[in-house]
């Protein structure tokens, strides 16, 4: 009796770990299938990060270049004669946005037009004097092109204030901005620059490179002869100050912003987060378009789930594990408990033909 009631009880602990087996398996499909889902979902807000994040910097861009534009209709609409207003005009524009610092008036001055323009110009700013600073050299004053080339000097300059003032009277005598210019000339576009160092900054070529140079041209109505440009200057750190490295469920991103442009190979990175080399994943990249120049914004991710995520999955799987335990053992008492009184059911169903066999 008592080796019949032990096989039926180890029966009972088949079937309980039976039980418990087949908990398991559903603990870990289950979790299988949050682990899917929150993949899915931080592949998802990494797409949204990396497309907004994107059209942000794109929109930043292209609002301050038509501020910019806005400066340089003042220009186009207008007689010299009313040009000294320009502050006037600009100073609604340049502190709309964040970036822009300054509009600058760059005049297209023939070398015979040059003593003109500077006494002209010294009556409204005293210790105006042209200058150029050619690459890798100092400071050079006066008119240094050649084959009497017209030059395109900065003759107004809005906000006026010690560092902007410092930029009044330059012009540049490197191929790339003479390049830039006959760019806007053909196409009547604005032309964007590589990144530079800001003369409002200084001139100690130490100074880390934070500026951009938007050109519009400004032509005589109803003809394509430039009368200059403007020149609006940005401060590019602005806009990737306002970046967001992490995505909506908790992910750190690696963001970098490359210029892909005309002359920007010696320094072609705009912006790198601290998080970009501590990332060893593929990158996103997204090319925006912006006139003649194109950025390249790359995005890296961790591939693997979040801190939060594996606390979730963690109390997934410890929860299945409990519940598949908690019923095992349920199962393991009521069929133990079903076997105990199978048995004492049989011993009274005996007992009682015993008794009526005895009356027999």
């Known amino acids: 009796m008592v080796t019949g009631l032990n096989q039926k009880d180890r029966g009972v602990k088949r079937y309980a770990v039976l039980v418990f087996v087949l908990g398991v398996v559903l603990t870990a499909f289950i979790t299988h299938i949050v682990y899917g889902g929150q993949k899915q979902l931080a592949d998802s807000n990494f797409e949204f990060l990396t497309e907004n994040q994107t059209e942000n910097i794109k929109e930043l861009v292209m609002l301050d270049v038509s501020f910019i534009g806005a400066g340089a209709s003042f220009y186009h609409a207008t007689q010299p004669s009313a040009w000294d207003n320009f502050s006037s005009f600009a100073e609604p524009l340049v502190d709309?946005?964040?970036?822009?610092?300054?509009?600058?008036?760059?005049?297209?001055?023939?070398?015979?037009?040059?003593?003109?323009?500077i006494k002209r110009v010294r009556e409204r700013f005293p210790s105006y004097q042209v200058y150029t600073v050619p690459k890798d050299q100092p400071r050079i004053e006066g008119y240094i092109l050649e084959n009497d080339e017209p030059i395109y000097v900065?003759?107004?300059?809005?906000?006026?204030?010690?560092?902007?003032?410092?930029?009044?009277?330059?012009?540049?005598?490197?191929?790339?901005?003479?390049?830039?210019?006959?760019?806007?000339?053909?196409t009547g576009e604005p032309s964007l620059s590589d990144k530079i160092r800001l003369l409002q900054d200084g001139f100690d070529r130490a100074?880390?490179?934070?500026?951009m140079l938007v050109y519009v041209p400004v032509f005589d109505a109803g003809t394509r002869s430039l009368r200059g440009v403007v020149i609006?200057?940005?401060r590019?750190?602005?806009?990737?100050?306002?970046i967001v490295s992490r995505t909506a469920i908790g992910k750190e991103v690696g963001i970098r912003v490359v210029d892909l442009g005309f002359d920007a190979e010696d320094d072609p990175i705009l912006y790198q987060n601290d998080l970009w080399d501590a990332l060893d994943e593929p990158s996103k990249d997204v090319i925006i378009d912006l006139y003649d120049?194109?950025?390249?914004?790359?995005?890296?991710?961790?591939?693997?789930?979040s801190k939060n995520d594996k606390l979730i999955l963690f109390f997934v799987m410890t929860g299945g594990l409990l519940i598949s335990l908690l019923l095992?053992?349920?199962?393991?008492?009521?069929?133990r408990e079903q076997r105990r009184l199978a048995v004492i059911v049989n011993r009274r169903t005996r007992d009682l033909q015993y008794l009526v066999d005895e009356i027999r």
């Open 96 to 117: 709309s946005s964040k970036s822009l610092i300054a509009m600058q008036w760059m005049k297209k001055v023939y070398p015979e037009q040059l003593d003109t323009h």
């Open 154 to 186: 900065a003759s107004d300059v809005y906000p006026v204030n010690e560092s902007n003032l410092r930029a009044l009277g330059y012009y540049s005598s490197r191929e790339r901005v003479r390049r830039v210019i006959r760019n806007t000339m053909e």
């Open 207 to 211: 100074l880390p490179k934070e500026g």
């Open 232 to 234: 609006g200057v940005i």
């Open 236 to 242: 590019i750190t602005v806009y990737f100050e306002q």
């Open 293 to 305: 120049r194109q950025w390249r914004i790359q995005f890296k991710h961790d591939a693997g789930i």
């Open 328 to 335: 095992a053992y349920v199962v393991y008492l009521m069929l």
